[in-house]
């Protein structure tokens, strides 16, 4: 009887002591937070203020980020920059792929409109 009342208070201890470091910890976890918070909320504040103080640079930027994030724009870039690097070879090399999918995709159409008209 002794023993399982002593492994019942054992465990008892344990949760206990567990939720009091637990318990301990949480001030510190919250003034961590706090900092962390400041330190972000500062940093956009003081990048706010520059873009009021060099509205030129902050459309730049702006602009140049656009171009590269948007899809669009980037594979206009990607096209008309790095496809004039390539070699004469090279491009034709794609040319001719592009136009065999092209044919597959064409003889795929004719083939599903000849099962359509027999069906």
């Known amino acids: 009887m002794k023993k399982k009342k002593k492994k019942k208070y054992q465990a008892k201890l344990t949760i206990t002591t567990t939720l009091i470091r637990r318990m301990d910890f949480v001030p510190h976890a919250l003034s961590q937070y706090r900092s962390y918070e400041d ?12 873009v009021r103080e060099h509205p030129a640079e902050a459309a730049g930027i ?14 206009f ?14 491009q034709f090399v794609k040319a001719e792929k592009n136009v065999k999918e092209y044919n597959i995709s064409v003889d795929l159409m004719k083939e599903s409109k000849k099962l359509l008209e027999r069906a």
């Open 77 to 90: 870039l990607f096209r008309h920059t790095f496809g004039r690097l390539q070699s004469e070879e090279a």
């Open 39 to 50: 330190a972000f909320v500062s940093k956009i504040k003081d990048e706010v203020m520059r």
């Open 62 to 75: 702006a602009l140049t980020s656009a171009f590269i994030l948007l899809p669009g724009p980037r594979r």
